[in-house]
Nanobody, 123 residues
Framework: QVQLVESGGGLVQAGGSLTLSCVLS????????MGWFRQTPGKEREFVAN????????AYADSVKGRFTISRDNARNTVLLQMNSLKLEDTAVYYC????????????????WGQGTQVTVSS
């Protein structure tokens, strides 16, 4: 059984940085493409970034391109989301997800989800 546990969320001022971490357990980490999504109340969960099995392919939502960086460490079963130049509109619950396929963007393409971690950006 795959389990994903996120950490690293919190309160940060606009312009600041945070790094989210997600650890996968229960299956070989390198078998999964990994993604980050976020959700605010009343809105659908939206794609933020993904990374391929090897880490060689990455994709970002236009809203975070140039500010966020996704990376993975297969030896530590960990995927990171480095968030810089944070904006008020980045406030959301951020979810880590694992997919048996790579380069997945839609929520329906992911097989496992973490519980989410809150990121709040203040002015």
């Amino acid at each position: 059984q795959v389990q994903l546990v996120e950490s690293g969320g919190g309160l940060v001022q606009a312009g600041g940085s945070l790094t989210l971490s997600c650890v996968l357990s229960g299956r070989p980490f390198s078998s999964y493409g990994m993604g980050w999504f976020r959700q605010t109340p009343g809105k659908e969960r939206e794609f933020v970034a993904n990374i391929s099995w090897s880490g060689g392919s990455k994709a970002y939502a236009d809203s975070v391109k140039g500010r966020f960086t996704i990376s993975r460490d297969n030896a530590r079963n960990t995927v990171l989301l480095q968030m810089n130049s944070l904006k008020l509109e980045d406030t959301a619950v951020y979810y880590c997800a694992a997919a048996r396929r790579t380069n997945a963007i839609g929520t329906y393409e992911y097989d496992y989800w973490g519980q989410g971690t809150q990121v709040t950006v203040s002015s």
